[in-house]
């Protein structure tokens, strides 16, 4: 991500402009894509822009070109706040939709793109292709709380979900219970798991090591390489009671099988999570974002959260928060 630009916004307000930020109904706000009025240039003249950038959608009163903190207090951010707290989780969706709209996190907001005073906000290009949204648009954002967003098939075409490029892996499970977020996402379940997205597998077998067992001795492991979609080019992991139905070097498609849940017939538990590369290791580990003492998945980590909350967008449930605040602030 880039640097954050401590100057220059959207002006907070749906045109006309009256000088406060119009939160509609359910706690929607549209940010306007006009350029701000109250802009002078000054310090950060080099660092313009017209998009709302996380920093910005959470900024405090004080800092120049932010409406007293308006849309901070209509989100909900802490009073005081500059920028958003790590995995507080917004919604978005175009203006007029009756979407429950996207569910984003901190990483999927840029810093605005400079030289540019009309963009609305600077969506992650992979949530900006859900929405169809090409940055200048009016859009309209809410506090998301525990609201998962919208499922893969809520959304019209004129707002696609994830759901149009990537497939519930366990459409076709059986007996699936959603567990915690660690480094991934844990499920108990039996039968068929698929793939995600069209992908390259880069590994799979059993007895793969690396503490992944959970009921069973299986210690299965499967990764993949997504070819397209908005996590494009990223590393998928599904590991524990898992008994891989594809081999390394093959090609699937989204909704094709890769693995059962293992022992066969039974029940048992699996992890699916982003991997830091085409082996069985977490990138929520790479980052960091485990817990450093007694069991590794107690923390709820940033990227087990990006993982559920992409998983919820296909319409698969999403993993069990428990309490816990997330630990990291990207993946």
Same mark, same amino acid.
């Given at each position: 991500?880039?640097?954050?630009?401590?100057?220059?916004?959207?002006?907070?307000l749906a045109?006309?402009?009256?000088?406060?930020?119009?939160?509609?109904?359910?706690?929607?706000?549209?940010?306007?894509?006009?350029?701000d009025?109250?802009?002078?240039?000054?310090?950060?003249?080099?660092?313009?822009?017209?998009?709302?950038?996380?920093?910005?959608?959470?900024?405090?009163?004080?800092?120049?070109?932010?409406?007293?903190?308006?849309?901070?207090?209509?989100?909900?951010?802490?009073?005081?706040?500059?920028g958003?707290?790590?995995?507080?989780?917004?919604l978005?969706?175009?203006?007029?939709?009756? =979407?429950?709209?996207?569910?984003?996190?901190? =990483?999927?907001?840029?810093?605005?793109?400079?030289?540019?005073?009309?963009?609305?906000i600077?969506?992650?290009?992979?949530?900006?292709?859900?929405?169809?949204f090409?940055?200048?648009?009016?859009?309209?954002?809410?506090?998301?709380?525990?609201?998962?967003?919208?499922?893969?098939?809520?959304?019209?075409?004129?707002?696609?979900?994830?759901?149009?490029?990537?497939?519930?892996?366990?459409?076709?499970?059986?007996?699936?219970?959603p567990?915690?977020?660690?480094?991934?996402?844990?499920?108990?379940? =039996?039968?068929?798991?698929?793939?995600?997205?069209?992908?390259?597998?880069?590994?799979?077998?059993?007895?793969?090591?690396?503490?992944?067992?959970?009921?069973?001795?299986?210690?299965?492991?499967?990764?993949?390489?997504l070819?397209?979609?908005?996590?494009?080019?990223?590393?998928?992991?599904?590991?524990?009671?898992?008994?891989?139905?594809?081999?390394?070097?093959?090609?699937?498609?989204?909704?094709?099988?890769?693995?059962?849940?293992?022992?066969?017939?039974?029940?048992?538990?699996i992890?699916?999570?982003f991997?830091?590369?085409?082996?069985?290791?977490?990138?929520?580990?790479?980052?960091?974002?485990?817990?450093?003492?007694?069991?590794?998945?107690?923390?709820?980590?940033?990227?087990?959260?990006?993982?559920?909350?992409?998983l919820?967008?296909?319409?698969?449930?999403?993993?069990?928060?428990e309490?816990?605040?997330?630990?990291?602030n990207?993946?």
């Amino acid at each position: 991500m880039a640097t954050i630009a401590l100057a220059g916004t959207v002006q907070l307000l749906a045109p006309p402009c009256s000088g406060a930020v119009v939160v509609g109904a359910g706690g929607w706000i549209t940010t306007g894509a006009t350029k701000d009025p109250t802009y002078t240039g000054g310090a950060y003249q080099s660092y313009y822009n017209g998009g709302l950038s996380y920093a910005e959608l959470g900024a405090a009163p004080g800092y120049p070109n932010y409406t007293s903190g308006l849309l901070a207090k209509a989100l909900g951010v802490p009073s005081g706040r500059y920028g958003l707290p790590a995995g507080f989780a917004i919604l978005v969706r175009p203006v007029g939709s009756d =979407s429950p709209g996207i569910r984003i996190l901190k =990483s999927d907001i840029g810093s605005g793109q400079a030289g540019d005073p009309h963009y609305t906000i600077d969506l992650h290009p992979r949530i900006a292709t859900l929405l169809h949204f090409n940055g200048k648009q009016d859009i309209e954002v809410r506090a998301a709380g525990n609201n998962l967003g919208a499922p893969a098939t809520s959304l019209d075409t004129a707002c696609a979900s994830a759901g149009g490029i990537y497939s519930d892996p366990f459409t076709h499970s059986h007996h699936l219970v959603p567990r915690r977020i660690d480094m991934g996402v844990d499920y108990d379940g =039996s039968g068929e798991i698929d793939a995600l997205g069209d992908a390259h597998v880069t590994f799979a077998g059993t007895r793969i090591g690396g503490g992944w067992t959970c009921n069973t001795p299986e210690n299965g492991g499967i990764v993949y390489q997504l070819k397209d979609g908005p996590d494009q080019s990223r590393y998928v992991y599904l590991t524990e009671d898992v008994i891989p139905t594809v081999t390394t070097r093959q090609n699937v498609v989204a909704g094709q099988q890769i693995a059962t849940f293992a022992p066969p017939g039974g029940e048992g538990c699996i992890e699916i999570g982003f991997a830091s590369g085409p082996g069985p290791s977490p990138e929520a580990a790479l980052l960091g974002q485990q817990a450093q003492s007694g069991d590794a998945g107690d923390n709820r980590t940033y990227c087990g959260q990006q993982m559920s909350d992409l998983l919820a967008q296909t319409g698969a449930p999403a993993g069990l928060a428990e309490g816990r605040p997330v630990t990291g602030n990207g993946c």
